[in-house]
């Protein structure tokens, strides 16, 4: 039997409400055995002295851009990022060409994870098909093909017919509704914060109202018809607001945030830098400072990545033309433990809650913890090392983000995924895939 021991690391896991010093047993790529002191002959040891011992993160919003856009990232590529970020399993969103509207499609995503991936992946099968928000996807067929959630993400549902039908379905179906939460028509063309900003450097701004009404409208629709909610990238502070109102009032609904929400705001996009542009797009500092107010308080349930690789043919261009979205999977941790703990916003616990437990108690996924008999997920993390953050050192593909050059701390060292080191000292392991 394989058999790996973690010495006397500060083991972290929400869901065992453990925050100590102790030894992980892995037996077989299996959690056999947590305890102040292990001894067993013939085991592999990780000194973890003055280190993070983690559950395997869980990312509920990652962009693959595979199939059909390889040139941007791959699963082989994706998965790598993931991995050296502290990710274990992720969860890839339905936007890709063609897109994840079908059960061929959703079972491609799933063999190819299979064969080339080196983390856990998880698809999300589009709403509608071909996420045009007109039809509904054959959603059950989708689930029994492997898909754990829905979303159209990158588009909204603007019919709210549609989107009433998709949740009273993901009722029956018990899995979310991820809503990008955008009024398309208010948010026409615009490519960044409607303000003082967008205005003076002539370009159109997507007001916070295109995000707001559009989370007022599914909570509404959640409370009148049921159904599992899931508000993808939350961005303003009113959004923050409706989701804390609704959750009082005991309506069924959860919502994310990224990094980059709680990190930056609209000055980002200072001489025209097209890798802060993303959708929604950052905002103000009072918003930032609500989505930390939503994080400290629990109205944000979730941090995501919302990870989401461009080529730099499509960022290294006008500003108006270039594409939204950024890479993240390798900086949310640091950015996290940078932003939120060692600034007290969250304990340290909180937010690994947040990255672990949360995520995939939302999909019902069995992740997110070090309990005996679950599977050996674990990534060991030094806190104390800081970090420059170096775009051309990154796995992923692309190399699109807003933080290259920010000094961050938290240095993954050791990724392990089902048992098996993925990364080692802080470098991926060779292997077959």
């Known amino acids: 039997m394989a058999k790996i021991i973690i010495k006397n690391g500060l083991v972290v896991d929400p869901a065992q409400k453990i925050s100590a010093i102790m030894d992980i047993l892995i037996v ?23 280190l993070l011992v983690l559950p395997g993160l869980v990312d509920l919003h990652t962009h693959l851009r595979d199939p059909g856009q390889s040139e941007k990232e ?59 928000g007109e039809l509904l996807a054959e959603m059950g067929l989708n689930l029994q093909a492997g898909a754990v959630a ?28 991820i809503a990008h939460c955008e009024e398309a028509n208010l948010a026409k063309d615009g490519v960044m914060n409607e303000g003082a900003l967008s205005t003076a450097m002539g370009l159109p701004g997507i007001p916070a109202l295109a995000e707001e009404l559009m989370v007022a409208r599914d909570i509404r629709l ?20 409706l989701v804390r109102q609704a959750k009082k009032q005991g309506i069924s609904v959860t919502c994310e945030t990224c990094p980059h929400y709680f990190t930056l705001t609209e000055a980002a996009v200072n001489n025209y830098n097209t890798n802060a542009k993303v959708n929604p797009p950052l905002r103000t500092e009072a918003d930032v400072k609500a989505i930390k ?16 690789p461009h080529n730099i043919e499509l960022k290294d261009i006008e500003f108006n033309s270039a594409a939204f979205g950024m890479v993240g999977l390798e900086t949310a941790l640091p950015l996290v433990l940078t932003e939120l703990v060692n600034t007290k916003i969250l304990s340290l616990s909180q937010a690994i ?16 913890t070090l309990m005996v008999g679950a599977e050996a997920d674990v990534v060991i993390v030094d806190p104390r090392v800081q970090i420059k953050v170096e775009p051309s050192e990154f796995a992923s593909k692309s190399h699109n983000t807003p933080f290259a050059g920010r000094a961050l701390y938290g240095k993954v060292l050791f990724t392990v995924v089902g048992g098996k080191f993925v990364v080692t000292n802080g470098q991926l392991v060779s292997n077959d895939k």
């Open 150 to 177: 829905f979303s159209d993400d990158g588009r909204p549902i603007m019919d709210a017919r549609i989107m009433r039908l998709a949740l009273e379905y993901s009722r029956q179906f018990g899995v979310p509704i």
């Open 28 to 50: 077989d790529g299996k959690i056999a055995k947590i305890a102040k002191t292990i001894r067993v002959s013939g085991a592999k040891i990780i000194n973890a002295i003055g």
């Open 74 to 132: 791959t699963i082989a590529t994706g998965t790598k990022a993931a991995a050296k970020g502290g990710f274990t399993s992720i969860c890839c969103m339905a936007n890709t060409n063609p897109p994840a509207d079908s059960p061929a499609v959703v079972r491609y995503i799933k063999d190819k994870a299979a064969s080339q991936g080196v983390v856990n992946v998880y698809p999300i099968a589009a709403v509608t098909k071909g996420l045009r």
């Open 293 to 308: 107010r939503g994080l400290k308080d629990g109205t944000i349930d979730i941090i995501a990545t919302d990870h989401a």
């Open 222 to 241: 959640v409370k009148e018809y049921g159904g599992s909610l899931h508000i993808a990238h939350i961005s303003t502070a009113r959004s923050v607001d």
């Open 353 to 368: 809650e947040k990255l672990t437990l949360v995520p995939a108690r939302r999909l019902k996924l069995d992740k997110g």
